[in-house]
């Protein structure tokens, strides 16, 4: 997973393992530092963000944390409690969801879809040069 391939905020995506099925839909990309410290406490459910590491500050209910590397490979997934910290190793990416999503599997390589919607959204993006 390359920075330049997520790299607008705000940009809701659409996560998927071809290789099982796994899919969770409505992640919204957070770029912005004082983003990435609210988490998903900063309005969205579920929230993906360039950290080895979460908080669960100012968190009200527990949450699932799933570690990606720089490829979109699952390194580790943890549950994150109010008032506790998680630390991913060799997490590059953080994708925070429900605690009562299903896990995607250890080592399984997720694929990021933009919502076709946010894509044309975008008047800076040449569509010939730079696909999806």
Same mark, same amino acid.
Do not use: C
């Given at each position: ?18 290789? @099982? =099925?796994? &899919? #969770?839909?409505?992640?919204? *990309?957070?770029? $912005?530092?004082?983003?990435? /410290?609210? +988490? %998903? ?29 720089? @490829? =979109?490979? &699952? #390194?580790?997934?943890?549950? *994150?409690?109010? $008032?506790?910290?998680?630390? /991913?190793? +060799? %997490? ?41």
């Amino acid at each position: 997973m390359r920075r330049e391939s997520v790299a607008r905020s705000g940009l809701v995506l659409t996560l998927a393992d071809r290789d @099982t =099925g796994w &899919v #969770v839909r409505g992640v919204t *990309l957070l770029t $912005g530092f004082l983003q990435r /410290l609210g +988490g %998903a406490g900063a309005g969205a459910d579920r929230v993906l963000m360039r950290a080895g590491s979460v908080h669960g500050r100012r968190l009200h209910f527990a949450m699932l944390v799933v570690g990606l590397d720089s @490829t =979109g490979s &699952v #390194v580790g997934t943890a549950s *994150l409690s109010p $008032g506790r910290f998680v630390q /991913l190793p +060799g %997490a590059t990416w953080v994708l925070e969801l429900k605690d009562h999503d299903p896990r995607p599997v250890l080592g399984g390589r997720l694929d990021i879809y933009a919502r076709a919607s946010e894509r044309q959204a975008d008047p800076l993006r040449n569509t010939n040069r730079e696909p999806w």
